[in-house]
């Protein structure tokens, strides 16, 4: 899989050091990046793929929102769009092995503060 973003270079060029300093570890790096359009923002976290179904979850139509990557049962990737400091829970997410139904999303991020 090609991954052309700041993140992926981040991580798989310490990681390729890492390995020819003799670690052999495997790379098992998410995909994540990001950008800024004017006054909008949005963090993408795994599987941005739009032949898989996507389930919108908006504060403002458009605006603020997440969107949800679902196939064969599973969050396979997450967008943050103007929703911040969601990437790891976005991870945490997509890591969980379900099944999720679409229903199953609504307002899982922003993950609400811990008391
Ligand atoms: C306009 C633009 C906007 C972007 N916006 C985003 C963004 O919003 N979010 C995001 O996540 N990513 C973004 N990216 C992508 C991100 O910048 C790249 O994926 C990342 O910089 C790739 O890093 P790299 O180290 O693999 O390659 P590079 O940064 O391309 O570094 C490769 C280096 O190798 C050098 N080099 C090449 N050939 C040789 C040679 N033969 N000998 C010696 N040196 C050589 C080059 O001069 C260069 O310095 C953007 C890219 C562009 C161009």
């Known amino acids: 899989m090609r991954v052309e973003h700041e993140d992926n270079a981040k991580a798989m060029g310490r990681q390729a050091g890492r390995n020819m300093a003799g670690a052999e570890e495997p790379y098992r790096q998410l995909p994540f990046f990001y950008s800024d359009l004017f006054d909008l ?16 979850d908006w ?3 458009n605006r603020k929102g997440v969107v949800y990557y679902l ?9 943050l769009w103007n929703v911040w400091e969601q990437v790891d829970a976005a991870r945490r997410l997509i890591a969980e092995p379900g099944p999720f139904q679409p229903g199953d999303l609504a307002g899982r991020l ?3 503060e811990q008391p």
């Open 59 to 61: 504060t403002e139509e």
């Open 110 to 112: 922003p993950e609400k």
């Open 41 to 56: 923002g949005y963090e993408a976290v795994g599987e941005l793929d739009s032949r898989l179904q996507t389930v919108e």
């Open 71 to 79: 196939g064969g049962g599973r969050v396979r990737g997450v967008l």
